[in-house]
């Protein structure tokens, strides 16, 4: 009934056309503009899960004039937004999980989902999602409608005689394929067309796994040994802050911050942004949590522009009087590690957790994307940070620390720094690993991975001492499994008529990204080939306990030798610091295959004590050997019972690491200094900075002052600011429409679409445009605030 939705529509004061509402404050949150708007809104979030856009318009009029009711709205927004493909996902989504996995991921379904499911035989149906009930009338097999429920965790319903009952018939059977590839033109043809239960398909595919293991308890008994259990609920919340511009890194340790007593607030300006949260639970996407002064348009923020040191000074004055940052007891920077001299003179403590090399966005030559912004002083700048961040180390209340051993070895090449060794957690939390663990696949493949290989590029393409050029596309494939690497797997299953071998790459199985990590498990075992020496995306797969092949070290030393590949792993040759002494080591950006070789034992994949349990190949055929003769349902529980051990021990170190700054708020700022450059010299006794290269940068400085000093004269010291009035859902309402014909909001790509007389144009994320959406005088859709 539209009465659910109208209730939320507050009515009007007499005193003025400010929308309030005397039992809930739903103001702020939904300034409808009318009944019609709030009830279409309503319905769209309700059966479709997201905002509606402009094509609702039509909807909220003809509801208003009484032309439409409620149910027949929910009808047709049924119809348009049910997707073919969703009940694919849902069938692998729900097969073999537990009871308790499959209510928590049923409920973040569409409303839909259940009633779509059900046969013609059934009407009234009604779906319930405050008690997961779902009730309705269906007809028995003598004609007639009796009214049935259903409830618990079911993926699909049926009528079975006038009753309702979970649909598992039709989900118990697959059909799979001997060999499954993205493009089967070009690798082998080998298909079977048997189709039987999946338990069969997985037991003729992985004979030595036995997948009907019953969930196990593992051990977890330590846990409440953490802080966070045990602290006096009195004790503030110790908080970390993060703008790194990936959001991966402080993320991925959100679960072990929070179980030792401690917050993590995160400001990205990346596109990934979108998949995290931090602790507050808000999106961590800087454009929606208000992040100041420092901006990565163009990936220009990994260098911090063009004027570095002017942005400094901006970014200085800006946070020494900010209230949220004068919360904050501790700053991360990962990625890059560099932009923590940002906050040097800010006087907070600085945690600098590198995630990959420590020259990233100071110079780093290699990387391609960023040689564009690469001047004559970025060696200077290097220089620069060397000192900086032996300054950092050198304070009390700082660390150095890296989330693998390679970066670690590699900073105190660089630096002679001994960085501490803290590898990221980036899986579930301690609610998370109390719960039974199954190895329950739901697929056959063996999974590609990781997400990113850069298998695309031919041998033929990739220098010697450098990156591939991206853009000569004769020169790359059209898919990873087309690289000659993968010629012995292909020879190999030719030869073995009975190999029973299903792979797929990772955007095979995921087209458009996975949304959790807790997706991978649906594949019996990953292989991993590295690209880089160690990746966010081989801790989220570890940490699910997905049993993992990795190629043997001289196996990848082959590869390394034969293919070139693994040339990622340098991002420049920049020198280190002149005053140290020989390093046992050679130079890890050499590119020669004896140099490679002695830095391997650092790589994630090799690390034995903390990633143990990988199954190491050798060859292809030993690779195929593996599947079959070992038990993967054991590797899986040992990988999870360490993974509970890793949480514990990761969250030691951390406590270890704040236990000593939870009481100590000395390193709040508290004098405000003329400049960065003034602060720093107090604070860390170093010289000011290189001057800015480009002349731009001193007239942009004066302006800068000068705006400082206008608004430091006029700013108000008493009085409430006034929040304008502003329309939430401006995808109805924006200015765009003036001069836009057709617009089209979709809600599953989050896209909004329009027609500027003979081009069609979009925006992304529309939604979070904080006043307005509009058309720019490049004549594109943008966020007007």
Same mark, same amino acid.
């Given at each position: 009934?539209?009465?659910?939705?109208?209730?939320?529509?507050?009515?009007?004061?007499?005193?003025?056309?400010?929308?309030? &509402?005397?039992?809930?404050?739903?103001?702020?949150?939904?300034?409808?503009?009318? /009944?019609?708007?709030?009830?279409?809104?309503?319905?769209?979030?309700?059966?479709?899960?997201?905002?509606?856009?402009?094509?609702?318009?039509?909807?909220i009029a003809d509801l208003d004039a009484g032309e439409h009711t409620c149910e027949s709205l929910a009808e047709r927004i049924c119809r348009r937004h049910q997707s073919s493909s969703f009940l694919t996902n849902l069938f692998f989504t729900f097969l073999g999980r537990s009871k308790h996995m499959k209510r928590s991921l049923y409920l973040n379904c569409p409303r839909w989902v259940l009633p779509r499911l059900l046969p013609d035989t059934c009407m009234h149906?009604?779906?319930?999602?405050?008690?997961?009930?779902?009730?309705?009338?269906?007809?028995?097999?003598?004609?007639?409608?009796?009214?049935?429920?259903?409830?618990?965790?079911?993926?699909?319903?049926?009528?079975?005689?006038?009753?309702?009952?979970?649909?598992?018939?039709?989900?118990?059977?697959?059909?799979?394929?001997?060999?499954?590839?993205?493009? *089967?033109?070009?690798?082998?043809?080998?298909?079977?067309?048997?189709?039987?239960?999946?338990?069969?398909?997985?037991?003729?595919?992985?004979?030595?796994?036995?997948?009907?293991?019953?969930?196990?308890?593992?051990?977890?008994?330590?846990?409440?040994?953490?802080?966070?259990?045990?602290?006096?609920?009195?004790?503030?919340?110790?908080?970390?802050?993060?703008?790194?511009?990936? %959001?991966?890194?402080?993320? &991925?340790?959100?679960? *072990?911050?929070?179980?030792?007593?401690? +917050?993590?607030?995160?400001?990205?300006?990346?596109?990934?942004?979108?998949?995290?949260?931090?602790?507050?639970?808000?999106?961590?996407?800087?454009?929606?949590?208000?992040?100041?002064?420092? $901006?990565?348009?163009?990936?220009?923020?990994?260098?911090?522009? $063009?004027?570095?040191?002017?942005?400094?000074?901006?970014? @200085?004055?800006?946070?020494?009087?900010?209230?949220?940052?004068?919360?904050?007891?501790?700053?991360?920077?990962?990625?890059?590690?560099?932009?923590?001299?940002? @906050?040097?003179?800010?006087?907070?403590?600085?945690?600098?957790y590198a995630t990959t090399r420590l020259e990233f966005g100071r110079f780093d030559a290699l990387v391609d994307w960023r040689k564009p912004y690469l001047t004559r002083k970025s060696g200077v700048r290097w220089k620069e940070w060397l000192r900086n961040i032996g300054k950092i180390a050198d304070k009390a209340g700082n660390v150095i620390a890296a989330n693998n051993m390679y970066d670690v070895k590699y900073i105190e090449y660089m630096t002679g720094i001994?960085?501490?060794?803290?590898?990221?957690?980036?899986?579930?939390?301690?609610?998370?690993?109390?719960?039974?663990?199954?190895?329950?696949?739901?697929?056959?493949? *063996?999974?590609?991975?990781?997400?990113?290989?850069?298998?695309?590029?031919?041998?033929?393409?990739?220098?010697?001492?450098?990156?591939?050029?991206?853009?000569?596309?004769?020169?790359? @494939?059209?898919?990873?499994?087309?690289?000659?690497?993968?010629?012995?797997?292909?020879?190999?299953?030719?030869?073995?008529?009975?190999?029973?071998?299903?792979?797929?790459?990772?955007?095979?199985?995921?087209?458009?990204?996975?949304?959790?990590?807790?997706?991978?498990?649906?594949?019996?075992?990953?292989?991993?080939?590295?690209?880089?020496?160690? #990746?966010?995306?081989?801790?989220?797969?570890?940490?699910?306990?997905?049993?993992?092949?990795?190629?043997?070290?001289?196996?990848?030393l082959k590869w390394i030798k034969k293919h070139r590949i693994l040339w990622e792993r340098a991002y420049g040759n920049p020198p280190r610091q002149k005053y140290l002494p020989r390093y046992h080591l050679p130079n890890p950006n050499s590119f020669k295959l004896m140099d490679i070789e002695k830095w391997l034992d650092f790589y994630d994949i090799y690390q034995e004590d903390t990633f143990p349990h990988l199954l190491r190949f050798d060859s292809w055929a030993?690779?195929?050997?593996?599947? /079959?003769?070992?038990?993967?349902?054991?590797?899986?529980?040992?990988?999870?019972?360490? +993974?509970?051990?890793?949480?514990?021990?990761?969250?030691?170190?951390?406590?270890?690491?704040?236990?000593?700054?939870?009481?100590?708020?000395?390193?709040?700022?508290?004098?405000?200094?003329?400049? %960065?450059?003034?602060?720093?010299?107090?604070? @860390?006794?170093?010289?000011?900075?290189?001057?800015?290269?480009?002349?731009?940068?001193?007239?942009?400085?004066?302006?800068?002052? $000068?705006?400082? +000093?206008?608004?430091?004269?006029?700013?108000?010291?008493?009085?409430?600011?006034?929040?304008?009035? *502003?329309?939430?859902?401006?995808?109805?309402?924006? #200015?765009?429409?003036?001069?836009?014909?057709?617009?089209?909001?979709?809600?599953?790509?989050?896209?909004?679409?329009?027609?500027?007389? /003979?081009?069609?144009?979009?925006?992304?994320?529309?939604?979070?445009?904080?006043?307005?959406?509009?058309?720019?005088?490049?004549?594109?859709?943008?966020?007007?605030?």
């Open positions: 009934s539209c009465d659910v939705f109208y209730s939320t529509f507050p009515s009007r004061r007499e005193d003025g056309d400010d929308l309030s &509402c005397s039992k809930y404050q739903f103001r702020k949150a939904f300034p409808f503009n009318s /009944k019609g708007e709030a009830a279409v809104t309503g319905l769209y979030m309700f059966y479709a899960g997201h905002m509606p856009g402009h094509e609702a318009k039509t909807w149906v009604v779906h319930d999602a405050v008690s997961d009930r779902l009730t309705a009338e269906c007809r028995n097999k003598k004609g007639q409608y009796q009214k049935t429920s259903l409830s618990g965790s079911c993926a699909s319903a049926q009528n079975v005689d006038g009753v309702l009952k979970c649909g598992y018939e039709q989900r118990l059977k697959m059909r799979a394929s001997g060999l499954e590839i993205d493009d *089967v033109s070009k690798r082998g043809r080998w298909s079977s067309t048997r189709t039987f239960p999946l338990a069969k398909e997985l037991k003729y595919a992985f004979p030595a796994t036995n997948s009907s293991r019953t969930p196990i308890v593992h051990d977890f008994s330590r846990f409440h040994r953490l802080k966070g259990w045990n602290r006096d609920s009195r004790e503030r919340n110790l908080v970390f802050w993060s703008t790194d511009l990936h %959001a991966a890194p402080s993320a &991925c340790n959100k679960a *072990v911050f929070e179980a030792i007593g401690a +917050n993590i607030f995160a400001k990205i300006a990346f596109e990934n942004c979108k998949h995290f949260v931090d602790s507050s639970g808000k999106s961590v996407c800087a454009d929606e949590r208000g992040l100041k002064v420092l $901006k990565n348009s163009k990936m220009e923020g990994f260098g911090i522009g $063009k004027c570095p040191n002017v942005l400094r000074d901006e970014f @200085y004055h800006t946070y020494a009087d900010d209230s949220e940052m004068n919360a904050v007891d501790i700053v991360l920077c990962s990625h890059p590690a560099s932009n923590c001299e940002l @906050y040097m003179p800010l006087n907070k403590s600085l945690i600098v001994r960085a501490l060794y803290i590898p990221s957690w980036c899986g579930g939390d301690m609610q998370d690993l109390m719960l039974p663990h199954a190895y329950s696949p739901a697929r056959v493949e *063996v999974l590609l991975t990781p997400y990113r290989t850069n298998l695309e590029f031919a041998p033929k393409g990739i220098p010697l001492a450098d990156w591939p050029d991206k853009t000569n596309k004769k020169l790359m @494939y059209s898919s990873d499994l087309d690289h000659p690497l993968f010629d012995e797997l292909w020879s190999t299953l030719r030869a073995a008529s009975n190999a029973h071998f299903v792979v797929t790459t990772m955007k095979g199985a995921f087209p458009q990204g996975y949304r959790d990590s807790r997706d991978l498990t649906q594949y019996p075992a990953a292989i991993f080939i590295p690209y880089q020496t160690s #990746t966010i995306f081989f801790f989220e797969l570890y940490r699910q306990s997905v049993p993992i092949l990795a190629p043997s070290k001289s196996l990848l030993h690779c195929l050997d593996l599947l /079959k003769t070992t038990d993967l349902a054991k590797v899986s529980h040992l990988m999870r019972q360490h +993974n509970i051990e890793e949480f514990y021990r990761i969250s030691r170190m951390w406590t270890d690491i704040i236990s000593q700054r939870r009481n100590d708020r000395a390193h709040k700022s508290s004098h405000k200094f003329e400049s %960065a450059d003034a602060a720093n010299a107090a604070i @860390y006794g170093i010289k000011p900075l290189y001057s800015d290269e480009l002349k731009s940068c001193s007239k942009l400085k004066l302006e800068r002052a $000068k705006l400082r +000093n206008v608004n430091s004269m006029y700013s108000c010291e008493t009085g409430e600011k006034r929040r304008p009035a *502003v329309p939430l859902n401006q995808v109805l309402h924006g #200015t765009y429409t003036k001069v836009c014909k057709d617009a089209q909001y979709d809600g599953h790509q989050d896209i909004l679409r329009c027609k500027l007389g /003979k081009h069609e144009i979009h925006l992304d994320h529309p939604f979070r445009c904080p006043l307005d959406v509009s058309v720019n005088r490049q004549r594109q859709l943008s966020c007007q605030s």
